[in-house]
Every structure is written in structure tokens, then in C-alpha cells.
Nanobody, 115 residues
């Protein structure tokens, strides 16, 4: 059974930083792909970043150079370090784990960038 648990998020001023975490607490093999998505207010969910099981990463153009995805293999946890945050980064952020041919979503966490 896969359980995806998110933590982090909150309110931060423009230019600030936040770190989100996403833990796959299920047993068995490691994830195949772990993605971060976000849904800004009144908009559709959009891709933010991805990490493959081999460690390769990719980012949306809007966050490239500001966000970094990393992982702790022992804890089976992936992190999204968000720097130089902008008001347009305000959204609910979701972790998505692809594992065993299935897709699992975290509960979502609010990130608000405002002065």
C-alpha cells in the first residue's frame, strides 16, 4: 500500500524560501517518478518539477533556477526547495508518485507568497 504524505508550505514574503517534502510511506520498491504539481487560485493544475528514480530531474520554465528537487533515499522522501518566491508561486502544491504502474497523490499543501 502506498501512502503519500506531504509537509511544509505556509506563508512567506516575496523573495523568501520554503521547503516542501513528500514521503512515500508505503512498503515495497521505490518510486518510479515523483512529480510536483501546483494549482494557483482559479487556475488549472500545472507541472512544477519531476524526479525519476535514477535521479534525473526536470523543471517547468517558470521555476527553473529557483526551485530544486532532491531526495533522501533512506527516508524515501523527495523535497522541493523553493527560493526567490514570487506572488505568482502562490498555489496549492501537490506531490504525485508513480509506482508500480499506478499514480498516487498527496493531500496538497498551501503555499502563499505575499507581503
Amino acid at each position: 500500500q502506498v501512502q503519500v504524505v506531504q509537509s511544509g508550505g505556509g506563508l512567506v514574503q516575496p523573495g523568501g524560501s520554503l521547503t516542501l517534502s513528500c514521503a512515500d510511506s508505503g512498503s515495497g520498491s521505490s518510486f518510479t517518478v515523483m512529480n510536483w504539481y501546483r494549482q494557483p487560485p482559479g487556475k488549472q493544475r500545472e507541472f512544477v518539477a519531476t524526479m525519476l528514480s535514477g535521479g534525473a530531474t526536470n523543471y517547468a520554465d517558470s521555476v527553473k533556477g529557483r526551485f530544486t528537487i532532491s531526495r533522501d533515499v533512506v527516508r524515501n522522501t523527495v523535497y522541493l526547495q523553493m527560493n526567490s518566491l514570487k506572488p505568482e508561486d502562490t498555489a496549492v502544491y501537490y506531490c504525485n508518485v508513480l509506482k508500480g504502474g499506478l499514480s498516487y497523490w498527496g493531500q496538497g499543501t498551501q503555499v502563499t507568497v505575499s507581503s
